[in-house]
């Protein structure tokens, strides 16, 4: 489980390279629940999962890291035959299961890269607009991306998550 770059981790540990890599050797990972995770990447071999869950969850309101690019992502992994869904939150934005925010914050001091396709090539991730190395300096990174906490999205995440849990580690 991981929250915004943490959900990158949960999400992309899904991959079967990435787990062979870096994975633990002594006993499996049985579940994958991002929250809020970046999915504008292609990666080489994003669709080679593990055969352990994924369940990614998002605010629809998401403008530091937009859901439509991890509906897009959790879509093409289950077409693929992968166990993965997405549970989107109306009116929820980034962080919104933090309690820390209740108010909406907008810091004009904090990058997104939001609007930057990378692509992996090589070993590099490259901006796919350009070709070039990735680089937070890009043109296509921004300022001042939003997050608020949602008591409803919260709460309705909490107790899938729970659910979830429960069901996997039923009888084990």
Not at 13 to 35: C, D, E, N, W, Y
Not at 104 to 112: A, E, P, R, Y
Request: charged fraction near 20%.
């Amino acid at each position: 489980m991981g929250f915004s770059r943490g959900g990158n981790a949960a999400l992309y540990s899904a991959m079967t390279r990435f787990q062979k890599s870096f994975g633990p050797t002594k006993a499996r990972i049985v579940a994958h629940l991002p929250f809020y995770p970046a999915c504008n990447f292609q990666l080489v071999g994003e669709l080679e999962v593990a055969e352990a869950p994924i369940r990614e969850f998002h605010g629809a309101d998401d403008d530091w890291t937009p859901a439509a690019t991890c509906r897009s992502y959790i879509g093409r992994l289950a077409a693929a035959g992968n166990d993965a869904t997405m549970t989107e939150y109306k009116g929820a934005r980034h962080n919104f299961d933090s309690p820390k925010n209740p108010a909406l914050w907008i810091d004009s001091d904090v990058q997104t890269s939001r609007n930057c396709m990378r692509r992996e090539e090589d070993g590099k991730l490259l901006n796919a607009a350009t070709g070039r190395p990735f680089s937070y300096s890009d043109a296509c990174v921004e300022y001042g991306p939003s997050s608020q906490y949602n008591d409803a999205a919260a709460t309705a995440a909490q107790a899938a998550v729970k659910a979830f849990l429960a069901e996997v580690f039923a009888g084990k």
